[in-house]
């Protein structure tokens, strides 16, 4: 049986290292949280005591942390997971950070004979529970083939977008560009249409069928007729991937008119106090502005 190691036990974290504990995986898990930990160790995990520990004891190990300063902590600072691996062992980070911040990570794992997968993920809590997440893989074939079974696990929409390191969070970014776009797009949308007079109910049926639908349209406006922002993907968390994304489009020179534009709409929203609700949350910033709320009548 291989053993997994996991780091990170958050709204994405946990339920990944649960789906890996129903693949039959030995794992063992660590976070900041002892509570998060003993909830995973009543369904069968081994909890660690240190990052160290996670390292030691597994062949691979998974880190989903917030971002770069929190992937780095746990995987290269003092008594970090790297620390207690094993040469032949391979660290997966599914978190989303820049593409030369991965880089850096693997060079140093790589000196201490470690592999390294770049791996952020899509899909949110609901797909992280099914163990239908979207894996985008960047790593040599060799490495993706010794992990292939695990990282379908968690993920079964696993793509392979690339040998170098990287390329996967490259991928990430541009996904992530879109859903910032469209979720500001639909609350546009929205708004507009509402504050005009039309039923938003019917609003959202005739644009589901129509061209201008989207994933996200459809996803998050019944959220938003129920005036549900909880936390599905948080808002603030869109401004970190955005950041990383105009970081590209600055090295690249690439211009990002509309990603900038909502990067600002989301600050402003964090700034009404939304930065922990779900990313859909930006509509009430827009609702405000306009006088009109967006809701089942």
Do not use: W
Request: aromatic letters at 4%; proline letters at 2%.
């Amino acid at each position: 049986m291989k053993k997994i190691g996991f780091i990170g036990l958050g709204n994405m974290g946990k339920s990944m290292a649960r789906n890996l504990l129903k693949g039959g995986y030995e794992v063992t898990v660590f976070d900041i949280r002892a509570e998060a930990i003993e909830e995973l160790k009543k369904e069968g995990a081994k909890g660690a005591s240190s990052l160290s520990e996670v390292g030691s004891d597994a062949d691979t190990v998974f880190v989903m942390v917030l971002n770069v300063k929190q992937v780095e902590a746990v995987t290269l600072g003092e008594n970090g997971a790297i620390s207690g691996m094993k040469p032949g062992s391979t660290l997966i980070v599914t978190s989303t950070i820049a593409p030369s911040e991965i880089q850096k990570i693997a060079d140093i794992a790589s000196e201490k004979g470690i592999d390294t997968i770049d791996s952020p993920v899509s899909g949110g809590t609901g797909r992280a529970a099914d163990g239908s997440l979207v894996m985008m893989v960047s790593c040599e074939d060799s490495v993706y083939e010794k992990c292939k079974d695990a990282l379908l696990t968690v993920g079964s929409n696993t793509i392979r977008v690339g040998k170098k390191i990287g390329m996967g969070q490259t991928v990430k970014a541009a996904n992530q560009l879109l859903v910032s776009i469209h979720v500001v797009a639909t609350a546009e949308a929205m708004v507009l249409a509402t504050k005009a007079g039309v039923d938003p109910e019917l609003l959202f049926e005739v644009i589901k069928k129509s061209v201008g639908t989207s994933f996200m349209f459809e996803q998050k406006v019944p959220l938003i007729l129920a005036r549900d922002f909880r936390n599905r993907g948080a808002l603030d968390i869109q401004i970190k991937d955005l950041d990383i994304c105009l970081k590209m489009g600055r090295e690249l020179d690439v211009p990002l008119y509309l990603s900038a534009l909502s990067r600002e709409l989301f600050i402003m929203a964090e700034g009404k106090g939304y930065g922990r609700e779900d990313l859909c949350a930006v509509t009430k910033l827009l609702e405000e502005v306009a006088h009109v709320e967006v809701k089942k009548q």
